[in-house]
């Protein structure tokens, strides 16, 4: 069992930085791909970032490459999303995601394989 605790979020105008953290806590938490996933409001939940347990291996949206960065520190049981040059369409609840170290959908942005979820943390961006 994981535990998935995001932190982070906030209002912001566009154009800003903010980075999103996820504490993870729970058995053998080092080896799970850990991924960052949102949801606006009307929207499908869709995959944004994801990380594999040695940092070799990540992937990103199209609509969030060369902006937002994942990063994990396995000492601290977190991951980071740092995400910058903020846009209005980036509004949305981001939530932390875990998938066993044996699967790949993380990898490819889907949520089919997810077996933990944090409980999300709401990103606002407005003028």
């Known amino acids: 069992q994981l535990q998935l605790v995001e932190s982070g979020g906030g209002l912001l105008q566009p154009g800003g930085s903010l980075r999103l953290s996820c504490t993870v806590s729970?058995?053998?938490?080092?080896?799970?791909?850990i991924g960052w996933f949102r949801q606006a409001p009307g929207k499908e939940r869709e995959g944004v970032s994801c990380i594999s347990y040695s940092s070799s291996s990540t992937y990103y949206a199209d609509s969030v490459k060369g902006r937002f960065t994942i990063y994990r520190d396995n000492s601290k049981n977190t991951v980071y999303l740092q995400m910058d040059n903020l846009k209005p369409e980036d509004t949305a609840v981001y939530y932390c995601?875990?998938?066993?170290?044996?699967?790949?959908?993380?990898?490819?942005?889907?949520?089919?394989?997810?077996?933990?979820w944090g409980e999300g943390a709401l990103v606002t961006v407005s003028s």
């Open positions: 995601a875990a998938e066993s170290p044996y699967g790949r959908m993380c990898l490819m942005g889907y949520s089919s394989g997810i077996d933990y």
């Open positions: 729970g058995f053998t938490s080092d080896y799970y791909f």
